[in-house]
């Protein structure tokens, strides 16, 4: 099946900082979410996104479908941001989705 | 606002335990998803529902079955519970066969499982 590798596992900021997720997947997608899971276990669409850019407030995504990656990028970061940031992809429209490992945000203030 | 509510948000059973795990959802969705997530693992497809009565197997069925019979319901069965099984369980729905732009998956909160 479709493996989707996310970088970096970890990441620890200072409130103000910038930072840039990655998502590789091995193979062509229809479709391609990120997720946004916050401390308490609550998972956020943030965006949907199978090509392209998209910009919402701080965070931005860009997926480049043929050398298949994603990007978010969160700028001026808040310790709201702490959590874990997941891709995930659909290749077939048929419902199956498959989850990256995640990036797990540390914000600090 | 969607809504995604599962029945509990901590249990703890014992190992052969018939374990029951609801979910509902309050937009009339047509999918509805079971999840596991595991620390390292990310979220893993247990199995979906496209429709009532309807379920497709995910990518870890095994020790698992489901039940949907009314379209706003979705239950998790863990028909004989092992200690393996301990782990965070999510459901999650949305409009429509497959992602398109503005069918959007909602998620509940999870549920923590143990098994002892």
């Known amino acids: 099946g479709i493996q989707v590798e996310q970088s970096p596992p970890d990441l620890i900021l200072q409130e103000g900082a910038n930072s840039t997720l990655r998502c590789n997947f091995s193979?062509?997608?229809?479709?391609l979410q990120w997720f946004h899971q916050n401390p308490w276990g609550q998972l956020i669409n943030l965006f949907y996104i199978p090509s392209g850019t998209k910009q919402n407030g701080r965070l931005s995504a860009t997926t480049v479908a043929t050398e298949r990656y994603s990007l978010l990028y969160i700028s001026s970061s808040q310790t709201t941001d702490s959590g874990v940031y997941f891709c995930?992809?659909?290749?077939?429209?048929?419902?199956?989705?498959?989850f990256g490992d995640g990036t797990t945000l540390t914000v600090k203030p | 606002d969607v809504k995604v509510t599962q029945s509990s948000r901590y249990l703890v059973k014992r190992t052969g335990e018939k374990v029951f795990l609801e979910c509902v959802q309050d937009m009339d969705h047509e999918n509805m998803f079971w999840y596991r997530q595991d620390p390292g693992l990310g979220l893993r497809l247990i199995y979906f529902?496209?429709?009532?009565?309807?379920?497709e197997k995910g990518d870890i069925p095994e020790g698992y079955s489901v039940s949907r019979e009314k379209k706003e319901r979705f239950s998790l069965i863990l028909e004989s519970a092992s200690t393996n099984q301990t782990s965070m369980y999510l459901c999650?729905?949305?409009?429509?066969?497959?992602?398109?732009?503005?069918?959007?998956?909602?998620f509940g909160e999870g549920s923590w499982l143990t098994v002892v």
């Open positions: 529902s496209y429709d009532v009565k309807m379920k």
């Open positions: 995930a992809v659909e290749q077939n429209n048929a419902g199956k989705s498959t």
């Open positions: 193979d062509s997608v229809n479709n």
């Open positions: 999650a729905s949305s409009y429509g066969l497959g992602w398109a732009a503005g069918n959007t998956i909602y």
